[in-house]
């Protein structure tokens, strides 16, 4: 079976053209298509959503904390020890 034209298919027509064209022979009726998820993509789909709320979670968790020592470097009671400034340096180096 051929289709001509432009523009979209309209669907309707090629089922009916086809339909219409098996009518002398013994007419194969059309399958509708359908589709199975495994267990196995149900299950990995549990595991994604999982994972983007535990990322989610752990994004607030960190912006509250960011805002905590935000509002404690303004109102100035944010302080750090010299000897702490120096391990994170120090770490940072990989020393």
């Not at 089922?15 to 998820?37: E, G």
């Amino acid at each position: 079976m051929k289709i001509t034209g432009q523009g979209p298919v309209n669907w309707k027509r090629a089922v009916d053209a086809y339909n219409n064209s098996n009518k002398d022979k013994n007419k194969v009726p059309l399958k509708k298509d359908s589709f199975q998820i495994s267990s196995d993509i149900r299950f990995l789909e549990k595991i994604k959503d999982e994972l983007k709320a535990q990322v989610q979670n752990d994004v607030g968790l960190r912006n509250d904390r960011i805002e905590s020592i935000r509002s404690r470097i303004e109102n100035g009671t944010y302080k750090v020890s010299m000897a702490d400034v120096a391990d994170a340096i120090m770490k940072e180096l990989g020393l």
